[in-house]
């Protein structure tokens, strides 16, 4: 595998579901986020991660909850969520973080459905 | 706050004629702009990254420019053909200086 991946690509939840979305980068890279994209809207970081550490969090609701257990792997568990959490998540990755003039690597995104 | 504004949602131009795309950013001096194109159901994909000293930037049929003055940065896709057609992405760095903060995006059409 090449480039980012995420797992699974579509997931369809009921709101007392607990599922985790998956993403891995094959690039060699320091620094992952999560970003989630809704109709009609801008990109909206979540998380970032460098060098495993969070360095970032723009006011996530609790029942998203990020884990980065190695430079390469990146979760985002969910738990208890509402329908407007319906939306593309997207996972990035770059060689350091972004302030450092660093293009930033999308995974294809897990299309998320909350009923 | 700091905003990446590009206000065409849409954009629909026939084969062959020059697409220009806008993105505008206030409250904040970005030291450089990255360009990324969308296709449906899938990621981003990087385009062009132009610094602020930097006037223009080309890579093949795109062109980019940075005006400092204005707070603008145009988009260009010469010659442009249907295969282009796709949702187009302006970012720059936020003032953290940790992520990208994105515009919401132009669709492209091109119609042959």
């Known amino acids: 595998e090449t480039g980012v991946t995420q797992t699974p690509r579509h997931l369809v939840m009921g709101m007392t579901n607990k599922k985790s979305l998956k993403c891995e980068q094959h690039?060699?890279?320091?620094?992952m986020y999560w970003y989630k994209q809704s109709a009609k809207k801008p990109l909206e970081l979540m998380f970032v991660?460098?060098?495993?550490?969070?360095?970032e969090n723009n006011s996530v609701p609790s029942r998203f909850s990020p884990e980065c257990p190695n430079s390469s792997h990146l979760f985002l568990h969910l738990h208890t969520l509402q329908p407007e959490d319906s939306a593309l998540y997207l996972c990035?990755?770059?060689?350091?973080?972004?302030?450092?003039?660093?293009?930033?690597?999308f995974g294809p995104g897990t299309r998320l459905t909350v009923l | 706050s700091q905003k990446i504004e590009q206000n065409s949602e849409a954009l629909n131009i026939q084969e062959g004629k020059t697409a220009t795309l806008t993105c505008n950013y206030t409250n904040y001096s970005p030291a450089y702009l990255q360009w990324y194109r969308q296709d449906p159901g899938r990621g981003p994909v990087f385009l062009l990254l132009?610094?602020?000293?930097?006037k223009e930037k080309r890579k093949e049929r795109l062109k980019v420019t940075f005006d400092t003055t204005l707070k603008q940065s145009l988009f260009h896709i010469t010659a442009s053909q249907p295969a282009d057609s796709a949702t187009y992405l302006c970012?720059?760095?936020?003032?953290?200086?940790?992520?990208?903060?994105f515009g919401k995006g132009t669709t492209l059409s091109v119609s042959s």
């Open positions: 991660y460098s060098l495993e550490e969070r360095v």
């Open positions: 690039l060699g890279h320091n620094a």
């Open positions: 132009i610094r602020e000293n930097e």
């Open positions: 990035a990755s770059s060689q350091a973080l972004a302030g450092a003039i660093n293009e930033q690597f």
């Open positions: 970012a720059a760095t936020g003032e953290a200086g940790t992520a990208l903060i």
